[in-house]
């Protein structure tokens, strides 16, 4: 039979004693880019001057632990041995450590060297957690990351988070996560064999252990329906989709173009758990993880003033930038010539790559950055070139400066380069619903998994000998694009943009090689910008 655990209030909790240890190890994690590296927490207690010393590179918020413990452990009515001299070491050394994530393995350690815990029952244990003045845990940032850290590497251990940490950890599937709400809830499962044992508490508890939480059926999108008329764009926008193609829309103010984009991510096929898991540990490290959003693709817009560091990360230590939050998403760039030349120029490598390396003097990090670029843009300053609704009063001077602010390479990338026309007042009024998102959506998860099929990737993704041996273009089609290269100027990028575009064309009309119709479509999707 199971005894009951003796409850534990203030001034009820075990006393220092002469067979007390005076050395404790607690396992924990840092995190350094998305890699949870594991951290030793040694604290030893010793006689001497009553000191409180914290090393092990540990930044200034884990120093602030310090004094966060001591409150906390003298709160939850435990002793804190004010007469020893206390030094703790977060090995390795020369590893990085910031944030309170380390509050509880430390104060979890101070227990155990002084006998108020069982420290051989910490093995087998994980701990992170932020620790208030009143012992209460309260949630870390990149929790996702440390439980994904660990399935990957196939570390089989329990890890012990605070409420909001817990439930994004559990989300990995044969994750081992317990959640506690006080300090006292974890001190309960390590108390020393005399204070008797206790069985698996109550969900209802401050100590539970949560089960995996499974894939939503569908997530929820705003739905293309809303949008009427653009035939065009929405077309534009299902290839991209089906393809995994970057998009710019250019056009006048108010034609739609926020709205289409906003709309793109629920036309792309549903996630799977591998790139749910993915995208929402990247979001832990950020702290922008919501588990309302889980498994349900993003959409980052940053605001036309971010900087290079704020779309591709940075700082020390390094965090995730707009692009890796997007990771399995989109990135969604309005007002694409104001952004800054730098910012801009920044998206180049991560465009082809899927990837961004941070490099610092002490430490480098690499984030995912498989995103989707949907940019919009208006054609002059003014924004209205081309509109039959309003003359334009820009200079060409004026236009070629505006349009001037993207260069060549980075066009280059963007696959799709789309014209979003003005609606009339009538057109706006009187025109039906388009087609919804469901329905499109279901065409580009067909077509996505015609190419995954032959190719194992999207077909934007392929690269090199994969377009030639994958591509299967008609002689027709391969003299039409000749001509129509040399006439437009086009790079060997611009080439390969578009016989990538022309093959998820392909794949949409369910053909089995790239014709001359699919290469004349994907032709038009890449015209030069308007200038008079």
């Not at 002084?114 to 957690?129: K, P, V, W």
């Not at 919501?290 to 817009?301: E, H, M, N």
């Not at 919009?376 to 070139?385: D, I, S, T, V």
């Amino acid at each position: 039979m199971v005894q009951s655990l003796p409850a534990l209030a203030p001034g009820d909790a075990p006393t220092l004693g002469a067979s007390s240890m005076s050395l404790s190890l607690v396992q924990s994690r840092a995190l350094l880019g998305l890699e949870a590296s594991p951290v030793t927490v040694e604290v030893h207690l010793a006689n001497g001057l009553p000191s409180f010393t914290l090393v092990g590179l540990a930044d200034v918020e884990v120093k602030e632990a310090r004094e966060r413990v001591r409150s906390a452990l003298q709160n939850a009515g435990l002793e804190f041995p004010h007469n020893k001299r206390i030094t703790v070491n977060l090995a390795p050394a020369d590893l990085p450590k910031d944030s309170g994530r380390f509050d509880l393995p430390i104060a979890l350690g101070i227990l155990a060297a002084s006998g108020q815990i069982d420290a051989a029952r910490l093995a087998g244990h994980e701990f992170a957690g932020e620790l208030s003045l009143s012992g209460e845990l309260r949630p870390v940032r990149g929790a996702l990351a440390m439980s994904l850290a660990l399935h990957r590497q196939h570390v089989a251990t329990r890890l012990v988070l605070p409420p909001g940490s817990a439930e994004e950890a559990a989300l990995v599937p044969d994750a081992q996560v317990y959640r506690a709400r006080h300090l006292l809830d974890v001190v309960r499962q390590f108390l020393p064999a005399s204070a008797g044992t206790t069985a698996e508490p109550d969900a209802g508890d401050g100590w539970a252990r949560l089960s995996p939480t499974p894939l939503p059926e569908a997530a929820t999108y705003a739905d293309l329906a809303d949008v009427k008329g653009q035939a065009g764009a929405k077309r534009a926008l299902e290839i991209a989709a089906a393809g995994g193609h970057s998009l710019l829309l250019v056009g006048p103010p108010g034609a739609g173009k926020s709205m289409l984009a906003q709309r793109f991510a629920g036309l792309l096929p549903p996630m799977t758990v591998a790139e749910a898991l993915e995208s929402a540990a990247v979001a832990s490290l950020g702290g922008r993880f919501s588990l309302d959003r889980w498994a349900q693709r993003p959409t980052g817009s940053p605001h036309h003033t971010a900087s290079a560091v704020a779309l591709v990360g940075g700082g020390s230590p390094p965090r995730p930038g707009e692009i890796s939050l997007a990771h399995h998403g989109v990135l969604f760039l309005d007002e694409l010539p104001e952004f800054p030349r730098a910012a801009l120029e920044a998206l180049r490598e991560p465009l082809e790559t899927g990837t961004i390396t941070i490099s610092r003097a002490a430490r480098r990090s690499e984030f995912p950055a498989r995103f989707q670029l949907i940019s919009a843009m208006n054609p002059c300053p003014c924004g209205y070139l081309g509109s039959p609704l309003k003359a334009c009063r820009c200079t060409p001077d004026q236009v070629l400066r505006y349009q001037g602010k993207l260069s060549g390479p980075l066009l280059d990338r963007i696959d799709l380069h789309v014209e979003v026309p003005a609606l009339s007042a009538n057109d706006l009024l009187n025109a039906p619903p388009g087609e919804g998102t469901q329905s499109i959506r279901s065409r580009c998860t067909e077509a996505r998994a015609r190419a995954l099929a032959r190719q194992g990737k999207s077909n934007q993704a392929l690269q090199g000998r994969e377009i030639d041996e994958h591509l299967a273009l008609d002689p027709a089609a391969a003299k039409f694009l000749n001509t129509a290269a040399a006439r437009l100027g086009w790079s060997a990028r611009s080439i390969h943009r578009a016989l990538k575009v022309a093959r998820t064309i392909a794949d949409l009309a369910g053909a089995q090689s790239t014709q001359v119709t699919h290469v004349a479509e994907a032709v038009q999707y890449r015209r030069a910008l308007r200038t008079g």
